[in-house]
């Protein structure tokens, strides 16, 4: 089965506050995906990768980063948390050449105060 | 205009029914086009994916797709009460070097038992 693991299922950061949030997939997927998860806006693309050390930002990458130095982790960074980042974060892994599924981790609930 | 567009719902349907759950999408270069079923606090799963104009059946699942109306649609005979989930319809396209995905907000399903 494929796995993709989501380091914490639950943050709690204060504002201004650095935030990393870890992702590993153990697939060998080429593709790997941040979202973050909002009641009424539905899944909404933050950056995604198709290539170690390559990124492509999504439709909301403001106040994010991330970094892909293996195959297998990709990483969200939060340089300065803020309140209006608090949401659920949802990341997945996508094999290109069969059905294009996403497979998603558990997800990390980030508070920030 | 939204890249995906879905009735957020509720939508009651009683059990045995056909719950019948539409999705539209703006890009005419969209390619590929999933379901997802995502359950209270769970992550989303794939239940069916579609890239022909037509229908796709799995099971009590049924996926069509109208290109040319930019219309995809999921209908889900014999509906039973495992059935109550959020939706989301999720449409993939070409975006640089490879292709993102991107999600409709969602409709929410209730089946009445």
């Known amino acids: 089965d494929v796995k993709v693991t989501q380091s914490s299922r639950y943050l709690v950061k204060r504002t201004g506050e650095k935030v990393f949030l870890e992702c590993v997939q153990d697939?060998?997927?080429?593709?790997m995906f941040w979202y973050r998860q909002d009641p009424g806006l539905g899944l909404r693309l933050i950056y995604f990768?198709?290539?170690?050390?390559?990124?492509e930002k999504g439709d909301i990458p403001e106040g994010y980063s991330v970094s892909r130095e293996k195959k297998e982790r990709f990483s969200l960074i939060l340089e300065s948390a803020s309140t209006n980042q608090t949401s659920m974060y949802l990341c997945?892994?996508?094999?290109?050449?069969?059905?294009?599924?996403?497979?998603f981790g558990e997800g990390s609930r980030l508070t920030v105060l | 205009q939204k890249e995906v567009e879905q009735n957020s719902g509720p939508l009651s349907v009683p059990e045995g029914a056909i719950a019948s759950l539409n999705c539209t999408y703006s890009?005419?270069?969209?390619?590929?086009f999933f379901w997802y079923r995502q359950y209270s606090g769970k992550s989303p799963e794939l239940i069916m994916f579609?890239?022909?104009?037509g229908d796709k059946e799995d099971g009590r699942f049924t996926a069509q797709l109208n290109k040319a109306s930019q219309y995809v649609s999921l209908l889900i005979r014999d509906s039973q009460p495992s059935d109550s989930a959020t939706y989301l319809c999720?449409?993939?396209?070409?975006?640089?070097?490879?292709?993102?995905?991107?999600f409709g907000k969602g409709t929410r399903l209730h089946i009445l038992p």
């Open positions: 997945a892994s996508r094999d290109r050449g069969r059905t294009g599924e996403l497979f």
């Open positions: 697939m060998d997927h080429e593709n």
């Open positions: 990768s198709y290539d170690v050390k390559m990124k």
């Open positions: 890009d005419r270069g969209s390619q590929s």
């Open positions: 579609i890239y022909s104009n």
């Open positions: 999720a449409v993939s396209k070409s975006w640089g070097r490879d292709d993102k995905i991107i």
